[in-house]
């Protein structure tokens, strides 16, 4: 079994804090109920990209977990789920990336905003819509068109935040063959 590296344990909580701030407190309501514009989605895909899925689907399970005790009405775990599943597929990021060479490009923000939309079109159009009629048993109609706000809005402020977040830390990385004599 591989073990989490102190950096990885210290990412997921620090990503699951920062995710609880950004979603509890700087969330935009939508005319849709039940669902906000959230920005923390774009910071979730970015730490995803850096540490990996794992860390991706703990930070989206912990942060989206808090969120939802905090608001009192209880876990709503179709959509914690979802979060989750969201991390992990915007781990997968990591190998077609190369933010640890320090290199994001054009390039590297098509492949990350590509993965993070089909991410979002699959958690919001198909995981969390799905485990709400399993777990809970809720109507189709208001179940899509939360997913369809819920997927667009977070894939929009992913592109944003994230792609930001991205550009940031891969300009502070040192680049292959930069420190060369000439």
């Not at 407190?25 to 895909?45: H, K």
Request: glycine share 12%; charged share 10%; with cysteine.
């Amino acid at each position: 079994m591989k073990k989490f590296s102190v950096k990885s344990i210290v990412a997921i909580g620090i990503g699951a804090a920062l995710f609880f701030v950004l979603g509890r407190f700087v969330a935009i309501p939508s005319p849709v109920p039940n669902t906000n514009i959230s920005v923390q989605y774009g910071l979730l895909a970015f730490l995803a990209v850096v540490y990996g899925p794992v860390v991706g689907g703990l930070v989206g399970l912990i942060g989206h977990a808090l969120i939802d005790f905090s608001y009192g009405w209880g876990i709503w775990w179709s959509w914690v789920i979802a979060s989750a599943v969201f991390g992990v597929l915007a781990g997968f990021a990591t190998k077609a990336l190369k933010l640890e060479e320090g290199e994001i490009g054009k390039t590297g923000l098509i492949k990350f905003n590509l993965i993070q939309v089909v991410s979002h079109l699959i958690c919001w159009g198909v995981v969390a819509p799905v485990l709400d009629i399993l777990i809970y048993n809720e109507p189709l109609d208001k179940l899509f068109a939360q997913g369809l706000v819920a997927g667009v809005s977070n894939a929009v402020t992913t592109a944003i935040v994230g792609s930001l977040l991205c550009v940031a830390y891969a300009a502070t990385k040192v680049k292959a063959g930069s420190l060369t004599k000439e």
